[in-house]
């Protein structure tokens, strides 16, 4: 069984611009969450899809949302890019039904670096 | 105060010793208790699951859950230098669904 996939793997963009990230889960996982990971601040939360709809938001600024699409599969958008948000991006799915929801397999993330 | 925290670390073991890694939280209502393991480079791969409170065994690996003092262990048996990675622990509940809040990371060296 294939694993998450998550593209691209790197992406270097520059303050202001914005970026689109891609995430492919496990067949049959119909939730995805999205993570930010920096060495100061460790694995923070971004959001929840399931069938589409996001369930739960973490608290990051509006510059950031995403959707899933029929699928499963989803995507992350941040726009007006600041330097702060060089980070790893990881993208995690699971079947997504109560408890099964807390088995998340992650993908390799994508490094962004913002110049 | 974080609402779960985890001695970043590092900490570094002879190959063969036991490995306690904890993690403490604040908020009751966590009832999934997760840890993961990253090497350098590589998304978090899961280890152990557990429910609610108790001990779970998987090969060298036990999880233990203490609600009552809100406290979470991993222990590694006979660590090998290819355990030397970034061990996370997290949790969920009933937290307003289906957010995940994730400790640290404790930073695990295992000299040969």
């Known amino acids: 069984k294939a694993g998450v996939t998550q593209t691209p793997r790197y992406l270097i963009k520059t303050r202001g611009q914005q970026v689109t990230l891609s995430c492919s889960p496990i067949s049959g996982h119909r939730s995805v969450s999205w993570y930010q990971q920096t060495p100061g601040q460790g694995l923070q939360f971004l959001f929840e899809y399931f069938s589409e709809t996001q369930r739960n938001k973490g608290n990051f600024p509006g510059r950031f949302s995403g959707r899933q699409f029929s699928n499963s599969r989803s995507e992350m958008n941040v726009s007006t890019l600041e330097l702060g948000d060089s980070a790893l991006y990881l993208c995690a799915s699971s079947g997504g039904l109560a408890g099964g929801y807390n088995e998340q397999f992650f993908g390799p993330g994508t490094r962004l670096t913002v110049l | 105060q974080k609402e779960v925290e985890q001695d970043p670390g590092p900490l570094s073991v002879p190959e063969g010793a036991i490995v306690s890694l904890n993690c403490t939280y604040s908020n009751s209502a966590f009832q999934y208790f997760m840890w993961y393991r990253q090497y350098s480079r590589k998304g978090p791969e899961l280890l152990m699951y557990?429910?609610?409170?108790g001990n779970k065994e998987d090969g060298r690996f036990t999880a233990q859950v203490d609600k009552s003092s809100k406290y979470i262990s991993l222990f590694i048996r006979d660590s090998q230098p290819s355990d030397s990675a970034t061990y996370l622990c997290?949790?969920?509940?009933?937290?307003?669904?289906?957010?995940?809040?994730f400790g640290a990371g404790t930073r695990l060296f295992v000299k040969a």
């Open positions: 997290a949790m969920s509940g009933n937290t307003g669904g289906f957010k995940t809040i």
């Open positions: 557990t429910y609610s409170s």
